[in-house]
């Protein structure tokens, strides 16, 4: 060896007794006296504190207090919009209709039908007779899907939204249905007669098809 050391005077500090490099330089300074540098180390970083646990406060809500005392406060946003809109609306007169529809035919009908639907993937329910019913009457009374201008000057029959020229539904979010219309061009007659047909198209509603085209 460069520095004639006898491995057997060396006391190894490695496993199993092993000679390390650092046991050769311990033992070169105990025979020399010598101070020699030490040997390089990997630097230990020593890993990075954990953050805090940040507690976010928990807002305090004050109880209301009451002061016997009217508040006065400007009407804005929302609220404007909305008294707006319904002051406007209680100038319009409008009535509401009622009826009750015997349904036990229409109800042998879907049972009827419903195999036939299951086996093409539909779950057959009772609003596309109800909806083509209404599509059917409105096919006879166009006023009730009419709309009149501000001045009550012009009257606009509007196509029907929701179904084409064969009385097909169209696929459209879910509507909300009731009677009610503007009084200033319909009249409670129509709207009876109007509902009077619907009903029999759902009472009977083999009648249906004498009206598809």
């Known amino acids: 060896m460069e520095n004639n050391i006898k491995l057997s005077e060396v006391v190894g500090s490695g496993r199993d007794g092993r000679i390390l490099k ?4 311990n ?17 230990i970083i020593p890993p990075p504190p954990k953050p805090k646990d940040r507690t976010v406060p928990i807002p305090i809500s004050r109880p209301p207090v009451f002061t016997g005392k009217d508040i006065t406060e400007p009407v804005k946003g929302f609220q404007k919009a909305m008294v707006k809109t319904m002051s406007a609306a209680l100038k319009i ?17 879907r049972e009827e039908l419903k195999p036939i639907a299951a086996s093409r993937g539909i779950k057959l329910s009772f609003m596309p007779f109800f909806l083509k019913a209404a599509s059917l009457g409105l096919l006879q009374f166009p006023i009730l899907n009419s709309s009149v201008d501000e001045n009550c000057q012009n009257i606009t029959y509007k196509a029907l939204p929701r179904f084409n020229q064969k009385g097909e539904v169209y696929k459209a979010q879910i509507m909300n249905v009731s009677w009610s219309a503007d009084h200033r061009i319909i009249d409670g007659a129509t709207m009876s007669r109007f509902s009077n047909l619907w009903k029999s198209y759902l009472e009977n509603p083999a009648f249906m098809l004498l009206d598809l085209k």
């Open 93 to 109: 007169p409008h009535f509401g209709y009622c009826d009750e529809v015997d349904v036990t035919e229409l109800v042998k009908l």
């Open 27 to 43: 033992y070169l300074e105990k025979q020399t006296g010598a101070i020699l540098p030490p040997s390089p180390k990997a630097e």
């Open 22 to 25: 650092e046991d050769i330089l």
